[in-house]
């Protein structure tokens, strides 16, 4: 089974820190994801990946950043976290096959509060 | 541009009580409709993926069944285990791998 394992479920970071989401994925995909998950508003998507040092924006990229220097590996990074970046951050990955239609295999999140 | 529409947000049902979950959409050139189920304080996990209109997958009380315009998620006979969110998401030809998402329908199924 893939797995996509996030390092944090909780965390709790004060205004103006730079914060990093990290996500680690162990069965060789091409592709992954970081979107955000909030009520009344679902999943949004921050940025993607689909191969190292690639990235691509999502449709609300403003306030992070990526980085991808290990193919297993996604970093999201928050240059100086807001309080309306409190969320829940999902992690998910995919392989490139050839065919776009491949589901998402997605970590079990990171709960984040800035305060 | 792309839009998912889940409906009902909530349903609260029975055990034994079948019933569906919508999911509406409108995108430039389909390339897949996927359902995942998402239970509290975890990630989505994939049920189905369909391809084309006319489309059906089956896994245990769960049924995914796929039109131009829409797809539905029928439960048939739900137990309580089957409490739990179902989001619908889209890929779009232009959108590369990435998946567009609805809202979601919480459903909770009572003894």
Redesign the interface.
């Known amino acids: 089974d893939v797995k996509?394992t996030q390092s944090s479920r909780y965390l709790v970071k004060r205004t103006g820190e730079k914060v990093f989401l990290e996500c680690v994925q162990d069965m060789d995909h091409e592709?992954m994801?970081w979107?955000r998950q909030d009520p009344?508003?679902?999943?949004?998507?921050i940025y993607?990946s689909?191969d190292v040092k690639m990235k691509?924006k999502?449709d609300i990229p403003e306030g992070y950043s990526v980085s991808r220097e290990k193919k297993e590996r996604f970093s999201l990074i928050l240059e100086s976290a807001s309080t309306n970046q409190t969320s829940m951050y999902?992690c998910?990955s995919?392989p490139?096959g050839g065919s776009?239609?491949?589901?998402?295999?997605?970590?079990?999140?990171t709960r984040l509060t800035v305060t | 541009e792309d839009q998912v529409t889940q409906s009902p947000e909530a349903l609260r049902l029975q055990e034994g009580e079948s019933s569906s979950l919508n999911c509406s959409y409108t995108v430039s050139g389909l390339?897949?409709l996927?359902w995942?189920r998402q239970d509290p304080?975890?990630?989505?996990?994939?049920l189905f993926?369909l391809?084309s209109a006319g489309e059906e997958k089956e896994k245990e009380r769960l049924k995914a069944t796929l039109t131009k315009k829409e797809s539905f998620l029928h439960i048939t006979a739900p137990k309580p285990e089957d409490s739990a969110t179902y989001?619908c998401?889209v890929?779009a030809?232009n959108s590369?791998?990435?998946?567009?998402?609805?809202?979601?329908t919480s459903l909770l199924v009572t003894p």
Do not use: D, I
Not at chain 1, 40 to 45: A, D, K, T
């Open positions: 996509v592709n994801f979107y009344g508003l679902g999943l949004r998507l993607f689909y691509e999502g999902l998910a995919s490139w776009y239609n491949s589901p998402l295999h997605f970590g079990n999140g | 390339r897949g996927f995942y304080g975890k990630g989505p996990e994939f993926t391809y989001l998401a890929q030809g590369g791998y990435a998946l567009n998402f609805g809202k979601g």
